[in-house]
């Protein structure tokens, strides 16, 4: 499996006034569909798919949100294409080793983009980053 394509093409932030005490930040991905991507790559040997997805970073108590929604699109076997398709349109079900993949590559890049966006409207970073803690010094 190779990504041959990642893009954004939903991209919404609110921040809402209030929200204080302690915050809890939920992420959430969602595959949305599978579909057949028609591609010119010079051989017919591979086909693309590709999977459309949403990505939420929701702040409670009613702080704000952010919402990604995108596609990741990737090049396989022509059979390879076929029995993820069938598999899709059948169950709403994708194999684990190409989901681990897809997700993993959807978080990391989804992560980032919250990171920014969460400081352009001042809310709390949607994870957990490194802090430096005073500590006793030997």
Request: proline share 4%; aromatic share 6%.
């Amino acid at each position: 499996m190779t990504i041959i394509g990642f893009n954004f093409n939903k991209i919404q932030v609110t921040r809402n006034d209030g929200g204080s005490g302690k915050i809890n930040v939920k992420n959430n991905v969602v595959l949305k569909d599978v579909v057949d991507h028609p591609l010119n790559l010079g051989g017919d040997g591979q086909k693309a798919v590709r999977f459309e997805f949403e990505f939420n970073s929701s702040y409670e108590p009613n702080l704000g949100s952010i919402l990604l929604g995108g596609e990741l699109v990737f090049i396989e076997t022509k059979e390879k294409i076929k029995s993820l398709l069938d598999e899709w349109k059948k169950s709403k079900k994708v194999s684990k080793d190409i989901m681990t993949n897809v997700l993993n590559t959807v978080l990391t890049k989804c992560n980032i983009e919250a990171l920014i966006l969460s400081q352009k409207v001042n809310l709390p970073p949607p994870i957990l980053l490194p802090r430096v803690n005073q500590g006793e010094q030997q």
